[in-house]
């Protein structure tokens, strides 16, 4: 069956440090990964789609890279900051109509 | 412009009562979704709508669960007869649709709803 895989614990960072992020993926060939960003008591914010074809990708502090034979995705938040501690979803589509399967999730912490 | 709005956001039953949750999605956005959020997982799909007419629910436990989106836009989900296992977040989330009749990629959730079945 279909499973997505995100680190289960938590990840403690320093302030100014890049903090990387896995979502690795079995039994999918998908076309697209996208990236969500869940503060608590709030919704998932979408942050990056990337594409099969596409290697990385960039938006301003943030980088994901897609490597469809590891079947792996990394998030990267260069120079972190406290206000990015929140919880990191990966999803992936399932069949017709964008109809996501989400990760667990990692929770990230950025201490000062 | 408006976010995705939902009511209630906080909503604590016994079990084997009813419950109904409401969503208005972002004015124009065609396909909605309701997701269900267990403490610790990642939102699961329950079903979702392209304007009136539903496109899949098939994780939606349909002896229990039903919803509608009548005039193709605002939702209403409901539980009947709620069960424990049914505490969770309820997220309703919306996007627009291509020039293909495909929804857009990027969905834009709601707040959500707290559901704890006593």
């Known amino acids: 069956s279909q499973k997505i895989e995100q680190n289960s614990e938590a990840l403690n960072i320093q302030e100014g440090k890049t903090a990387t992020l896995t979502c690795n993926y079995t039994?999918?060939?998908?076309?697209?990964l996208q990236w969500y960003r869940q503060d608590p008591g709030r919704g998932p914010v979408f942050l990056l789609l990337i594409r099969e074809n596409e290697k990385e990708k960039r938006k301003e502090r943030l980088k994901v890279t897609f490597d469809t034979t590891l079947k792996q995705s990394l998030f990267h938040i260069t120079a972190s900051q406290p206000a990015d501690s929140a919880t990191y979803l990966c999803?992936?589509?399932?069949?017709?109509?964008?109809?996501?399967?989400f990760g667990a999730g990692t929770i990230l912490r950025v201490k000062s | 412009e408006a976010g995705v709005a939902q009511s209630p956001r906080y909503k604590i039953i016994e079990k084997r009562q009813s419950v109904a949750f409401w969503c208005n999605p972002i004015?124009?956005?065609?396909?909605l979704y309701w997701y269900q959020q267990i403490l610790g997982q990642g939102p699961k799909l329950l079903i979702q709508?392209?304007?009136?007419?539903?496109?899949?629910d098939s994780q939606l436990p349909k002896d229990r669960f039903s919803a509608e989106r009548l005039k193709g836009v605002d939702s209403t989900l409901k539980i009947q007869p709620a069960k424990l296992e049914d505490s969770a977040v309820y997220l309703c989330a919306s996007s627009l649709v291509r020039g293909t009749g495909r929804p857009s990629y990027e969905q834009y959730f709601g707040p959500g709803t707290r559901l704890t079945v006593t």
């Open positions: 709508f392209q304007n009136n007419g539903v496109v899949d």
């Open positions: 999803a992936l589509p399932r069949g017709y109509g964008n109809k996501l399967v």
């Open positions: 004015s124009g956005h065609a396909t």
């Open positions: 039994n999918y060939s998908p076309a697209y």
